[in-house]
DNA sequence: GACCAGGCACATC
DNA sequence: GATGTGCATGGT
């Protein structure tokens, strides 16, 4: 699969980043959202000359969620950053270079521990920020994995994760772009199944339209 | 106007 | 443990 999309696409050039910071910024809010309305949000971070961890400390959280509100879930957003800032703050000094020198497995365990970062999160900023080789496994990722019937289609983050890590070598640069070409790949043909018009609860094709949805899964490449 | 987007936390049963 | 809900903007 790595190579197919490799030779149909060509490198994705992830993260669409600056600098380790920024990249950590960009983790918390691209949270089920699109990039598109990240990359304005970060762009007007940058312009206020704010995306470092001190200038970003100093600002006051409802200014910074004015700052970021295009990611959409601003209030949310801008409290998880400053969460991870507080941590940062505490046991690190603002040091990234200090909080990358840790050791990876106990650094995944302490970031979950920061409220608002969860597994996607978490492996997004130790993968392309700290260069850790660690699978990161988001939407898309399972969507594919699961039409092709890789994985059960409830199957879980760390499930799916596994999967992978246990096939593959630790490898940054590999992990770092299979993932972002799961992710060009899912965009364009790996939509998600319809919602069932016909069903008032208009709830996932799958689940009551099983029928309907097999359908609509056979003609998705 | 509905749907979707590179989640996560929390309430409820 | 499973399921539902709030958070919110901007593009298609």
């Known amino acids: 699969m790595y190579r197919a999309m490799l030779d149909a696409l060509g490198p994705q050039g992830w993260w669409p980043g600056r600098t380790r910071f920024e990249v950590i910024v960009g983790a918390v809010l691209t949270q089920n959202t699109s990039w598109a309305n990240v990359a304005k949000a970060i762009e007007r971070l940058r312009r206020a000359r704010v995306l470092t961890p001190k200038a970003l400390t100093a600002l006051p959280q409802d200014r910074l969620a004015q700052l970021i509100r295009s990611s959409g879930y601003y209030n949310v957003k801008a409290g998880r950053v400053k969460r991870f800032l507080g941590f940062l703050r505490g046991r690190y000094g603002l040091n990234l270079s200090r909080l990358f020198a840790r050791q990876s497995s106990s650094l995944r365990t302490e970031l979950l521990a920061v409220p608002g970062i969860g597994p996607e999160t978490a492996d997004s900023i130790l993968l392309y920020a700290g260069g850790v080789p660690i699978f990161v496994v988001d939407a898309y990722t399972r969507r594919i994995l699961s039409r092709h019937g890789l994985i059960a289609a409830d199957a879980t983050y760390d499930t799916t994760q596994a999967l992978f ?49 097999r359908r609509f899964l056979a003609l998705s490449p």
Do not use: F, I
């Open 165 to 213: 890590m246990g096939a593959l070598p630790p490898n940054a640069p590999r992990y770092n772009e299979y993932h972002a070409l799961l992710v060009a790949v899912g965009k364009t043909y790996c939509r998600p199944v319809p919602r069932c018009s016909a069903c008032p609860l208009r709830r996932d094709l799958e689940r009551h339209c099983p029928t309907t949805a």
